[in-house]
């Protein structure tokens, strides 16, 4: 049970972080966010809101091995490759920028291909 209760606190540490970027407090930001990988080193959200606090701030590397750990975690995530391409076009690393992108748009026509025509993601009937 601990473990389930780990990794919700996580999560609600990664939801109230995320509140607190869109509002422009990065610093608090971050601490939320090192408090849940701490709580579950697992959550996917929080590594992931990580690496994009850190790129928002420039810190290139943080948000490197921040966006790393969470393509461990789910590599087969389209937001995650869209963040690591983003951050390796940063670091000037052209290469590594374009075969992320790739993923991520290799990902996006999945998603697309599992949709019946003309509905739209999550949409029913």
């Known amino acids: 049970m601990e473990s389930?209760?780990?990794?919700?606190?996580?999560?609600?540490?990664a939801e109230a972080a995320a509140f607190d970027f869109a509002v422009g407090d990065e610093a608090?930001?971050?601490?939320?966010?090192?408090e849940a990988v701490a709580a579950d080193p697992a959550c996917f959200e929080a590594w992931l809101a990580k690496a994009?606090?850190?790129?928002?701030?420039?810190?290139?590397?943080?948000?490197?091995?921040?966006g790393e750990r969470a393509a461990e975690l789910?590599?087969?995530?389209?937001?995650?490759?869209?963040?690591?391409?983003?951050i390796w076009m940063e670091r000037g690393d052209k290469t590594k920028a374009e075969h992320h992108g790739a993923q991520a748009r290799i990902l996006g026509w999945g998603d697309q291909l599992k949709q019946p025509e003309g509905k739209q993601p999550g949409e029913i009937g």
């Open 4 to 13: 389930a209760e780990s990794a919700a606190r996580a999560l609600a540490l």
């Open 28 to 34: 608090a930001a971050l601490t939320k966010l090192a």
């Open 52 to 66: 994009e606090v850190h790129f928002a701030q420039r810190q290139l590397d943080a948000a490197l091995a921040a």
């Open 74 to 86: 789910r590599p087969k995530d389209i937001h995650v490759h869209t963040s690591l391409s983003r």
